[in-house]
């Protein structure tokens, strides 16, 4: 059985601890700056990987005239249900659980309008399998939204960090803690050596798509499977059947997620 890192469990914790309209504006926020779109009015949408159910939720709030998101991870599900019902369950939005790489799953759901994929399918231990299944989601002149890891050499790169990633999941609880503890201190100390305010730093986290530090140190530090390609990589790879509309790309040395369009 292939090792992975429950992110659901994550989600409840964020909804719990710290989910509020703030952040839902800033996804809402974050959608329309990347498609280059003020609302979805009429427009179908799809969340392959739905996590906590946020961006399924700002898609509605945005006016699509259908919202699809499912997930692998049942915890994920219930959080996507539970902000379902914070917006009254409207009928318009289904939540399924599934995975991008079951064929008869996909081929059960309708193509919509935008398809979102936010970090997502590369911890799904077939990177490239899953992006092909996950295009084939998306209307013909539709959006299809993904984020990836980017890959980096070096003796800190990708490669580290699958090893790193392996160890979290196989340690007991008190080992995974010290790596927490000890990967936030070395962000903190980052920080400091940019000449930054690292409280204001983590105060201010939620204006990255909503989310929480610690919330995305653990998803980090968890995220296996994991893979990773460079932004050429990735482009090639769609260009024979995708259209590149936009891209933003991370620095040059960084792990984070380049973004898609």
Partial sequence: MTMRFSFGKNWETFLA???????????????????????????SFTDIGCGSGLFSLAAFKLGAKSVISFDIDPLSIKCCQYLKAKAGNPPQWQVRQGSVLD???TRSLPKSDVVLSWGVLHHTGSMWSSIESASLLVKPGGYFYIAIYNKIGGVLGSRTWTVVKRLYNASPQSMRHLLEACWMSADIIYTLFQGKNPIKKIRQYKINRGMSWYTDIEDWLGGYPYEYATAKEMVDFCKNSLDLISLKVVERNSLACNEFL
């Fill in 103 to 105: 064929r008869a799953f």
């Fill in 17 to 43: 601890q710290h989910y509020s309209e703030a952040r839902l504006k800033i996804a809402i926020n974050s959608l329309q700056e990347f498609l280059g779109l003020n609302s979805l009015q009429g427009l």
